[in-house]
């Protein structure tokens, strides 16, 4: 019921910067959560950030004081601007949204996933 579309990602060098955009559509009533994940290849998916509904925003250690997450509720869109990139950030990046449904429970939806590259 719901589709996450991801852009922003390619290739840049280290030291460069991206801004990575997901928008939700489809049947929404409303979103617990939206953010980031990300996974290299032979590694474990991991949190890159994410924003609770209530404010709070969640950073992977790694990317605190680079990396920065902003949503417009509005519009259902989340964004990650990723600044001072590295090498070890490349991965592909993967928007996430989490929507209630009856009772205490939630739907988890993904992206498919966009890449991004790093050089050195």
């Known amino acids: 019921q719901v589709q996450l579309v991801e852009s922003g990602g390619g290739l840049v060098q280290a030291g460069g910067s991206l801004r990575l955009s997901c928008a939700a559509s489809g049947n929404i009533f409303s979103i617990n959560a939206m953010g980031w994940y990300r996974q290299a290849p032979g590694k474990q998916r991991e949190l890159v950030a994410m924003?609770?509904?209530?404010?709070?925003?969640n950073y992977a250690d790694s990317v605190k004081g680079r990396f920065t997450i902003s949503r417009d509720g509005a519009k259902n869109t989340v964004y990650l601007q990723m600044n001072s990139l590295k090498p070890e950030d490349t991965a592909v990046y993967y928007c996430?949204?989490?929507?209630?449904?009856?009772?205490?429970?939630?739907?988890?939806?993904w992206g498919q996933g966009t890449q991004v590259t790093v050089s050195s």
């Open positions: 996430y949204a989490e929507t209630p449904v009856h009772g205490p429970f939630s739907d988890d939806y």
């Open positions: 924003i609770i509904s209530g404010g709070s925003i």
